[in-house]
């Protein structure tokens, strides 16, 4: 029995991680504007991007604000990605952000905040 | 900022203003964000390339000014206490940058890479320090404080015995009393709460654990030997709005955890926690006839209050109330009927607990690095239990007060920070017929002086002296000696005392359930050691990624303990003051890489050497592994949305005291075998949830036989205390948790 539950849970963590690296499928990616402003945007945007629709990659280069994305053309789109943005409370290229998302920002996170 | 106080606080000091024009300097300010979002320069913040030793701290208007890194181009971190970390990209061709910190920051610890390493050993500390954050904490999703360091080499945690399911930690080879453990650094889990104070502290409240090795600050105390260990909350100023934890495992132990943080405005935040603990399932899987985990009980509620004015006065006060209730024993004995024989063996521990404390600071205008702070702390502990036919009851009363002054001399590169403290102890205790009761009261003044070369070094001489009403005065020197050899290698050191009184009774009760006959031969002196430790850590660059090296020795050298002796008999436990030599000798290594993208292991390895004066010959500490070895892996898949984590645990043999004049079949070997435990863990990430797998002592290890005579629990050979191994096999839990920022 006791072998039984380690077999199952090694089971488990094989099969997982098998199963995380599904089928390519196909694939583009898009480099969007954003008004991130710190580490903390940074982690923000990153975050509930990753649970997005078709989103299979994100990073966010905080130098130049730019957010890449790679996502599966059958599941999203460009436009449905900038709105995705601009619900966290951010600017997404000529897209404004969400104002009830961007009022619960924190302050540091604000477009306003000196450039930190 | 309250932190600012009672933390090892120290600065890089000022930089001499030097404008270089040329690419190879970054200049800069940092500001806090005042009230009215207007800028205040912010002095004595430290700023340093990620990954690097090099660093400084800003001046008294803010600025800065360091040298480009020669490795490209490395994020900056800015850190200041009391504030999170931050981190800023800065462009190779930047000269100059702004950067504002800010209290609301919820910054987990330094990002550097897509995925923030749970543990790491600080740079900048001049102590030996091992940080293991929040993330590392949910790596190990059970349940508590005891929990917490499955993934910490530095760190061991061993049940005392095999009915009260007590958890001890162990630091270089040393039982945990030897070490101080602290709240948010205001010394906690002392006294009674010794034995059981592991338990008090969910897991899913702790915002971080800082372990330190070797000898401590002064200026929280004489008590700590081996170290510290310090644990912060979450805060009420950047913590989630809602979270809630549920946890449940195979023997039906149920945890409930929920915390919630309200800011009431631009001044005041509070926050409420909340614990339940639930284990109501008698469980015998070793036919023993005893339950392998007590029955547990436990609500515990936590509420504290932040005041922060953005500029001198920061404040914070709060409230805990606990109560527990546990139940071991034989499987048939139940607690409502007479505590005869005939009706079994059962343990009861019932505790209450009540702890307050506050914090104030005031920051002075103008002087960079000067500020008072007052910290008082309340704690009542009541304990009312039986071991068999043994009753122990016992009260303690505690009070704990520091009021320090930090400043500069000359310049920031030399740090004063100096204090008085008053610490007051009442303990009553009832052990069957017998009553004692102490009354400790204890004014301490101490002195501690940093001098900083940025970059280069740190240099901490402590003193204190603590004038004690029973066991009169005494000082208190410890040194600490940090110094950058190279960019990427740090050489610590570290020398000093630390005393304790020991409570004989309560942080010993797996003597009560035994039938040995305790006999008490000294009246008890307070325990006193040396400590020294070297400690040299390397970065390097292998393949493109950095891997941490970190070496350590630790030496303890007791002046004088409180012995307890299982060796002169079987039948009998002696305890009586060190006469002889004791000592501890913990050698340990430890390296941590990014083997392949979002994959980090740890392999450390620590061989211990604790040897005692124990009737009358120097022998090794009973139940002290000879060695651990400790393997973690950790990966998570890209997007963070899957983390696995697996943890293995080798245990060295340990000493067995001996059982020869017991008949051979309540006799047990005099050493140990060594042990692996393997540990592992599948957490699957959503946007606003976490849900949780996880395993324990996946081989279902097992001591065989942990208890003597457990056939006959009132007959002269009974002993549950005789425990080297886990008493509980294998554990599959699972859970969730619930955030909402």
Known sequence: ?116 | MLVLMISYTYTFGQHEEHHHEDEGHLHGVVYDMGPNSEKIPLPGANVYWAGTTIGTATGKDGTFHLDRHEHGNLPLVVSFVGFKNDTVMVSEDQKSIEIELNMNNTLKEVVIANKAPGGFISRIDPIQTFHITSAELEKAACCNLSESFQTNASVDVSYSDAVSGAKQIRLLGLAGKYSQIQMENIPNLRGLANTYGLGYVPGPWMESIQVSKGTASVKNGYESITGQVNVEYKKPDDSEKLYINGYVNNDARVEGNFNTAIKLNDKWSTMLFGHVENLSRKIDHNGDDFIDNPLVKQYHVFNRWKYDDHKNVHAQFGFKVLQEDRQGGQVNYIDSELRVPDNGYGIGIRTDRFEAFSKAAYIFDGRPGTNIAFINSFIHHFQKSYFGLNNYDARENNYYGNLMFQTYLGNTNHQLTSGISYVMDNYEEYLNDSAFSRKESVPGVFSEYTFTLPDKMTLLLGLRADFHNIYGTFFTPRLHFKYNLTEKTIFRTSAGKGYRTPNVIAENTYILATSRNIRILDDPEMEEAWNYGLNLTQYFDVYGKELALNVDYYRTDFVNQMIIDRDFSAREVLIYNLDGKSFSNSYQVEAQYELIERLDVTAAFRYNDVRMTIDENIRRQPFVNRYKGLVTLSYATNLNKWQFDFTSQFNGDSRIPSTNDNPVEYQMKTSSPAYTILNAQITRNFKKWEIYLGGENLTNYRQEDPIIASDDPFGKYFDSSMIWGPVSGIKIYAGFRFAIN
């Open chain 1, 1 to 116: 029995m006791k072998h039984y539950k380690m077999i199952l849970i090694l089971a488990v963590f094989i099969s997982s991680s098998v199963f995380s690296q599904e089928k390519e499928r196909k694939t583009a990616e898009i480099t969007i504007m954003t008004s991130a402003v710190c580490g903390m945007c940074k982690d923000r945007i990153e975050h509930d991007m990753a649970f997005e629709k078709g989103v299979k990659d994100v990073n966010l280069d905080l130098k130049t604000k730019e957010v890449s994305i790679v996502y599966q053309t059958k599941k999203t789109d460009p436009d449905k990605l900038r709105e995705a943005i601009t619900e966290i409370g951010y600017d997404a290229d000529d897209l404004e952000a969400d104002a009830k998302a961007y009022e619960k920002l924190p302050a540091c996170c604000k477009k306003d905040a000196p450039p930190h």
